[in-house]
C-alpha cells in the first residue's frame, strides 16, 4: 500500500477534536500521526494562505501551534495580536480534525502534509504560503499526476468560442498524457475538466472549500466525476464553504502546483490573471490562448500575453513549452524508479500492457483485475515515471522505458 | 522650395536616354542631376533588392555603373557574370531616365535619391539593398512622414475581422499623427490605407510597380486617392509592372521605412510575415494582431508572436510601443528645427494655427491660402518635425513645441 492512502482515522488520541497533542518528540509512526491531526486541525482554523501563520507553523511545528492557538493559558504564537490569537483561537475550538479525517476517509479520500510521499513538492515553492495540508478525492497519486501536469483557467461566462478552446486543449494534453488542473467553476474551468474526462485524460479539481462542498453547486454532478475519474483536491476541511478570498488563494495552488497555467478567455482584471501572475511569479509558464481583439473577453488575456506570457494556439505548442525542462520529464529519458518500488496495483496494470503495441483502459483493466477508474490513474502514474505512454487514447510501454528496463534486467 | 521637389526633367544631357553620363567629380548642382539621371536609369536596369548590384553602385558610384552597364565596350562591373552582364545591358539599351523623370514630374510627383533633403535615412540601415532612388507621387515630405509611421500589413483574403481591425488600427493611428504604410493590395492592406483616409491621416503605399502602374487594377481609384491625400512610392520607374521577386522585394521597404510593422491577419507562410521578419532583423518593431486560435488566417500571427512579435489590440499599444524611442520622437520633445528653416508653405500653415485650442484642416486651408491636400500634408511634416500635435482629428500647436519655440525667442 501507498503511503499517504492510509485511513488516518486511527489517531485516537484525539477523537474528542480537542487539542492535546503530543510534542513533536514523540518517536515514529505515532508522532507522524500527531503532526498529521495538528495539520488537519489548523486547516479549520487558519485560512489559506496566511503567510504568518505559516511562518509560526514552520517556527513551532503544527502541533505546537496548534496546542498554542487552542489552549487559552498558554503562549500566542509570536507577533500575534490579541484579537488575532482570539479570533484563532475561537475556531480552535470548534476543529475537531478526527471526525474530518473520519469524514475524508468515508469520501474514499485522505489528508496528505508535506513530507508525504503523494505531497507535490513544488508546492513548497510557496514558501511560508505553502498549504498546511491537503485534503485529497479520488484514487489518483497527487504528486505523480501534478508532475505532468497544466492549469486551464479562464472566464466563468466564457463563450462559446472559449468553452471550444478549453475543451479543446484539455482533450489534446490529456491525449498526450497530462493532467489538467483548474478550479471547477462554471465556464473554462468546466470546459477544462469536461475536455479532460471526455479523453479519458487525468484531471484535478483544485476547490476553494471543501472537498466535500460542491461549489458551484451546478457542478455537483461534475465533481462526482472528477472525484472518480480524477482527483479533488482542497486546502479547506470537509464540508468548509468558499469565500472570495479563498477563491483568491486557491489560485496560488493551482499555480504551485502545475508547471505551467494557460488562460484560455478573461476579462481584463480577472482572477484568471491573477493565477497565471502567480504562475509567472513562481518560475512557471504563463501562456494565453488569443481571441478576437474586438472581444472583452479576450482582453484579459491580450494583456497578459503583452505583459509576460506566450501566445499558445494548441496542446502541442503547450506541451512543447513545458515539456521543455528535462529534469521535470521523466517520459523523456525513461523511468526514474525501478520496477521493485512501483506499487502491486501499479505493477499490475504495468505487467498487462502487451510488449508490443497499444492497448485500450478497457482491456488493460480486464487483465489487471483491477476497476477501470483504479486502472486509469494508475497509467497515468507509470506514464509520470515514464514507464509507459499514451498516444491518441491508447497506452503502450514507453520505448526508452523498455530499453532502460531491459538494460538494468541484463546489464550490470 | 523644398529639395526634392525641383522637376528633374532639367537634366538635359540625358535626354537622349542613352549613357552619356559626366564622372561624379562634376562639380556642384549639375553633378547632383548627373547622378540622379543615373540613378533614375539604374532603376529600369537592377532588380530591386540586387544587393550584388548594390555593392556595385557603392564601389563605383551610379554614374560609372550605368556607363559600365550602357556602353557594351566598358569593362563589366566586378564579379559580374557575362550572362548577368548581357541582360543587364540589355535593359540599359532600353533605359529612358529623362523621359522617366519627365513622367514622374507630369503626375506631379518626383525621384528622390540617398543624399537628398526628401531621403528617409532609415533606408540605410537596408545596405547594399537599399533602393537605388524611390520615385514618388504626392506633396508631402516622404522623410517627415515616414519618421513617425507604422506598416500595417496582412492578408489579401482577410476576414470582416480582418478588414475591420485593419481599418480601425489605421484611423486610430492616423488620429494620434502616425503615418500609416502598406502596400496597396486588397484585403488588410487596402483597408489599412481607407482608414488613415477616412481619418483625414497620413498613409505611404510603397507599390511593387511603377507609380502609375495601378496594381491591383481594382484599386486604381484608391490609389488615386492616396496620391492626392498621401503618398505613392516606388522603387520601379514608372510604367514597370510588378512580379513575384519585386513584391517580396517591396516588403523590405516597407519594413526599412517604418518605426515597425503590425500584421493583422496572416496564413502562414504569408508574405506579411516576411515584411514582419525583415522588420525584426533591421532592428524595428514587430507587432501582431491575434485573433481567434481557430482561424487560419491568424495561424500566421500567432506563430509570429510565438516567435518574436509583441501583441498590439489598438492604435495606443502599437504608439505605446514604437513611440518609445525617443531620438526619433521629435513631437516628444518640442521641434527639432527652428521655424525659420520651415519651408515657406509650412511657415504659412503653421502661422495659421490658433495661440489657443485647436481647428480643422478646412479651416485652417482657407487661413493660410493652400489646398487642402498640401495643408494636410504640412500638418503632418510639422506634427513630425514637433510644432504641431492631433488631437481627434483637429489640430493645434504643441505645447512643449510654443514653449520651447518661446523660450528660444524670449531667451538668450
Avoid at 16 to 41: D, F, H, K, L, V
Avoid at 64 to 71: K, N, V
Avoid at 123 to 150: F, K, Q, Y
Wanted: contains cysteine; glycine residues 12%.
Amino acid at each position: 500500500m501507498e503511503p499517504g492512502y492510509a485511513p488516518h482515522t486511527t489517531a485516537a488520541s484525539h477523537t474528542a477534536g480537542r487539542a492535546t497533542a503530543r510534542p513533536c518528540s514523540t518517536p515514529g509512526g505515532a508522532a507522524r500521526e500527531t503532526q498529521r491531526t495538528a495539520r488537519a486541525a489548523l486547516t479549520r482554523i487558519l485560512e489559506p494562505g496566511d503567510e504568518t501563520a505559516g511562518r509560526w507553523v514552520r517556527e513551532m511545528g503544527p502541533v505546537a501551534l496548534w496546542r498554542a492557538l487552542s489552549d487559552e493559558d498558554a503562549t500566542p504564537p509570536r507577533g500575534a495580536s490579541p484579537a488575532k490569537t482570539e479570533g484563532l483561537r475561537l475556531r480552535a475550538a470548534r476543529a475537531r480534525p478526527a471526525a474530518d479525517l473520519a469524514a475524508v476517509t468515508a469520501l474514499g479520500g485522505r489528508f496528505i502534509c508535506p513530507g508525504d510521499d503523494e505531497w507535490p513538492g513544488q508546492l513548497d515553492d510557496l514558501g511560508d504560503a505553502r498549504p498546511l495540508g491537503l485534503w485529497v478525492r479520488g484514487t489518483a497519486n497527487l504528486r505523480l499526476w501534478a508532475l505532468r501536469s497544466v492549469a486551464v483557467v479562464g472566464a466563468r461566462a466564457c463563450t462559446d468560442y472559449g468553452a471550444h478552446l478549453a475543451t479543446t486543449l484539455s482533450a489534446g494534453l490529456a491525449d498526450r498524457g497530462w493532467t489538467v488542473v483548474s478550479g471547477a467553476a462554471y465556464g473554462v474551468d468546466g470546459a477544462a475538466h469536461r475536455g479532460a474526462l471526455a479523453a479519458d485524460g487525468a484531471t484535478i479539481a483544485v476547490m476553494a472549500s471543501g472537498v466535500d462542498y460542491a461549489y458551484p453547486r451546478g457542478h455537483t454532478e461534475l465533481l462526482g466525476r472528477i472525484a472518480e475519474q480524477g482527483l479533488v483536491v482542497a486546502e479547506l476541511p470537509p464540508g468548509d464553504h468558499p469565500t472570495r478570498s479563498r477563491f483568491i488563494q486557491r489560485n496560488r495552488v493551482i499555480a504551485a502546483l502545475t508547471r505551467g497555467t494557460v488562460v484560455v478567455e478573461a476579462e481584463l482584471r480577472s482572477g484568471s490573471l491573477v493565477t497565471a501572475r502567480r504562475a509567472r511569479s513562481l518560475g512557471r509558464f504563463t501562456m494565453g490562448m488569443p481571441g478576437p481583439v474586438t472581444s472583452s473577453l479576450s482582453a484579459g488575456v491580450h494583456q497578459l500575453l503583452r505583459d509576460e506570457a506566450t501566445v499558445v494556439t494548441d496542446a502541442d505548442e503547450v506541451i512543447e513549452l513545458v515539456g521543455s525542462i528535462g529534469d521535470l520529464a521523466p517520459g523523456r529519458r525513461g523511468p526514474t524508479l525501478t520496477r521493485d518500488l512501483l506499487d502491486p496495483v501499479a505493477t499490475r496494470v504495468l505487467e498487462a500492457l502487451p510488449a508490443q503495441g497499444s492497448t485500450d483502459v478497457g482491456r488493460l483493466a480486464e487483465e489487471a483485475g483491477t476497476p477501470r477508474e483504479v486502472t486509469q490513474g494508475k497509467l497515468f502514474e507509470l506514464l509520470s515515471l515514464g514507464f509507459v505512454q499514451r498516444c491518441g487514447g491508447h497506452w503502450e510501454l514507453a520505448r526508452r522505458a523498455e530499453a532502460a528496463d531491459g538494460s538494468r534486467r541484463g546489464g550490470a
